[in-house]
Nanobody, 116 residues
C-alpha cells in the first residue's frame, strides 16, 4: 500500500519562505513522477510543480521564479521550496506520486496560509 507523508505546512508572512517535503512509502519501484498540486478555497485543484525521475519539470506559471521542486529519486522524496510567498499561495498543498502504471497516489494535504 503506497502512502505519501507530507511535512507540515503553516502560517507564513507575505514574502516569507517555506519548504514542504513528501516521502512515499510502500513501493519498491521508483516513482516516475512526484510533485505537488494545490487547492485554494472555492477553487479547483491545480498543478504547482512536478518532476519526473529523469529531472523533467512541469511548473505553473504562477509560481515560476518563486518555487523550486527537487527530488531524491532513490529515496522517493520530493521537496517544494517556496519563496516570496503571496497571500494567493494560500491553499492546501497535496503531494502526488505516479508510478509507470496505474493511477496516481495523493497525500492527505497540508495547509499553507500566507498572511500578515
Amino acid at each position: 500500500q503506497v502512502e505519501l507523508m507530507e511535512s507540515a505546512g503553516g502560517l507564513v508572512q507575505p514574502g516569507g519562505s517555506l519548504r514542504l517535503s513528501c516521502s512515499a512509502s510502500g513501493s519498491s519501484a521508483t516513482f516516475k513522477t512526484m510533485g505537488w498540486h494545490r487547492q485554494a478555497p472555492g477553487n479547483q485543484r491545480e498543478l504547482v510543480a512536478t518532476m519526473t525521475d529523469d529531472g523533467t519539470v512541469d511548473i505553473a506559471d504562477s509560481v515560476k521564479g518563486r518555487f523550486t521542486i527537487s527530488r531524491d529519486v532513490a529515496k522517493n522524496v520530493v521537496y517544494l521550496q517556496m519563496n516570496s510567498l503571496k497571500p494567493e499561495d494560500t491553499a492546501v498543498y497535496y503531494c502526488i506520486a505516479k508510478l509507470w502504471w496505474g493511477s496516481p497516489y495523493w497525500g492527505k494535504g497540508t495547509l499553507v496560509t500566507v498572511s500578515s
